[in-house]
């Protein structure tokens, strides 16, 4: 099977060894997203609704740079600095994943930049 890396300018570059998302066969994997403007790599957005919007953006560039969108989502892995900030999360994460697709949502202890949110998703062509 043939992996074809994902690359955007309209989400933040990949910052280590690794790749904004991974398109094998007719699935893409994303790696996770934190709530970084791309335009310069800053985390500007405070508050949980508003760096889960910037999260689910970026998700969106990686999504359409891989050929699929929100609505092709199969299963998406939702990581929160505080188990607190769940329902105001799943408020914008909603707006979003409207087809509902599987979901594993956990609090973690720390998050790169320690940010409050980030999201993977695995979705269909």
Known sequence: MELKKVATE???????????????GDMVFTSGQIPINPANGNVEAEGIEA????VMKNLGEV??????SFEKAVKTTCFLA???DFAAFNGVYGKYF?????????AVKTLPK???VEVEVIATL
Do not use: D
């Open 10 to 24: 309209k989400a933040p570059a990949a910052i280590g060894p690794y790749s904004q998302a991974i398109v094998a």
């Open 114 to 116: 320690n940010v409050l």
């Open 51 to 54: 760096q889960a919007e910037q």
């Open 98 to 106: 409207t087809t509902k697709p599987a979901r594993s949502c956990v």
């Open 63 to 68: 999504l359409k740079a891989a050929g699929s």
């Open 82 to 84: 505080n188990m607190e």
